[in-house]
């Protein structure tokens, strides 16, 4: 394994903003670093030139797609964090509408989707798909089509079944999806109603109000002063009295504007904004 | 004073799988509760609980071992631990960083990749410590611990329950140390002395 410097990465985003339009500046260094060498080990780049050399001059929209698809990182799951989904079923959308009829969520970072399809079968199950209202970002168009298809490789489903039975649903995780080909395939009308958009936590504005924010293990991406502006937009994006989840190992404790959220549940990252 | 210590060092990983359980409880009990390093701990875990875990070390442990939250500032007399499904890195500027990204090693966490992060931030002023494993997650650390030009020990494979990793490591890259539990504990204690003293 190679090691890249600081420099090398910083040459690295100034290519990429100035040929793609991304802006990866304030991007955590060592993940982003680990991303770069990933890349350079998946492309077999003898060395950082070649890959600058490939972003300034492969004018393809492929390799700008695939280039995206490695940097940002797309593990996800299925009822990540089962207590989390428990607990979002049983209090947090429960609350929401106790004063509301509908309930507008953003899923923010969608990735290839896992969690927008959890949703919908945790809304479905509550009998109130009906009455949400969903839209599901990314700043990978690629990852989004995935999203969109919601086909999963079959031995992810292992884990996402699990997952499922942990999270004490109704029925079977295998009731939502058919197996097709040694694909798995969701049933497309869990997500009928889902508004899938590119959209850059970095680059893009505030869009829309919402009751729900789900930003799960996508800040962690981000260094400090990147984690304090993307915050500022979920807090601009959310109603009153909105609630913003983050991955079970982030905090807002260290961000300027904390103080105008209340933690809900500390243990599954659950905030609420209570002021604007 | 059997170990001596030519510079003064910033913080200590240590990194173990199958088998090491035991022995990560008993350095962790015989460390001096006033111990001066941040001590960052890698130990492969079921992924997919999070909980009981970092209960059952504090219980053993002199001090309260923490899994610290995403930029979480690294403090010195601190026992951390790499949470569940994240990989724990180092981060310039002396903070955690956490990422869900890909499997190393078959393993999230992975040794490895704290091991490189801390290393290339603390650069010789990190000891890198590895026990026993039934894979070869951690051989690469200690190699780039070793490369960055910090302190190097693995536990010694005659002792370890799953010898594998240990192994790995030696095969890999020069060692500085190869010790028993108890030895590691008599160094850790040499190391706080001399700190204490200097």
């Keep these: ?108 970072g969608c990735s290839s989707g896992e969690e927008v399809f959890s949703m919908a079968i945790l809304l479905k199950e509550m009998g109130i798909s009906d009455k949400a209202k969903i839209i599901a970002t990314d700043l990978d168009k690629g990852i989004l ?61 505030v869009f829309n109000k919402f009751d729900l924010i789900l930003c799960r293990n996508v800040m962690i991406y981000f260094n400090q002063t990147l984690q304090n502006e993307a915050l500022k937009k979920l807090h601009e994006s959310l109603f009153k009295y909105g609630y913003l989840v983050i991955g079970s190992k982030e905090s807002l404790i260290w961000c300027d504007i904390a103080n105008k959220f209340i933690v809900v549940n500390n243990e599954e990252k659950i905030y609420k904004k209570i002021r604007e | 004073m059997r170990y001596k210590f030519d510079k003064s060092y910033k913080a200590i990983v240590i990194g173990g799988s199958a088998g090491s359980f035991q022995g990560i409880t008993r350095i962790l ?34 001090k309260p071992v923490e899994e610290p939250c995403d930029k979480e500032t690294i403090k010195k007399r601190k026992v951390y631990l790499a949470p569940a499904n994240y990989h ?15 499997m190393v090693n078959n393993s999230r966490p992975s040794i490895d990749v704290s091991f490189a992060t801390a290393a290339y931030v603390y650069k010789s002023k990190l000891i890198g410590i590895l026990l026993s494993g039934a894979n070869r997650d951690g051989a690469m650390g200690i190699k780039k611990v070793k490369e960055w030009g910090g302190l190097t020990v693995v536990q010694d494979p005659k002792e370890c329950m799953m010898p594998t990793m240990p192994n790995a490591a030696l095969e890999l890259s020069p060692v500085d140390y190869v010790l028993t539990v108890e030895g590691i504990i008599e160094f850790l204690n040499d190391l706080h002395q001399q700190i204490n003293n200097a």
């Design chain 1, 1 to 108: 394994m190679q090691d890249i410097e600081i420099t090398d990465l910083r040459r690295i985003t100034e290519v990429v903003k100035q040929n793609y339009g991304y802006d990866f500046t304030n991007y955590a260094i060592s993940s982003f670093k680990r991303r770069i060498l990933r890349i350079l080990e998946l492309g077999r780049y003898p060395s950082v030139e070649h890959l600058i050399k490939r972003i300034k001059e492969d004018e393809t929209k492929q390799y700008k797609e695939e280039f995206l698809g490695e940097i940002t990182v797309n593990v996800t799951e299925m009822f990540r964090d089962p207590s989390f989904w428990r607990v979002t079923r049983d209090h947090v959308i429960p609350n929401i509408l106790v004063n509301h009829n509908s309930i507008s969520i953003w899923h923010a």
């Design chain 2, 29 to 62: 009990s015989s460390l001096p509760n006033d111990f001066d390093l941040p001590i960052i701990m890698c130990l492969h875990r079921l992924k997919h609980v999070r909980n009981g875990f970092v209960e059952a070390l504090s219980i053993k442990s002199v």
């Design chain 1, 145 to 205: 089509e995935k999203a969109k298809k919601g086909e999963y490789p079959v031995k992810n489903m292992e884990l996402n079944e699990k997952n499922y039975i942990r999270y004490q649903g109704t029925k079977s995780l295998s009731d939502y999806y058919t197996t097709v080909n040694g694909k798995v395939v969701m049933d497309k009308s869990l997500v009928e109603n889902v508004s899938f958009r590119e959209h850059d936590l970095v680059t893009g504005g």
């Design chain 2, 88 to 102: 724990l890195m180092v981060e310039l500027g002396n903070t955690f960083a956490l990422s869900t990204d890909e």
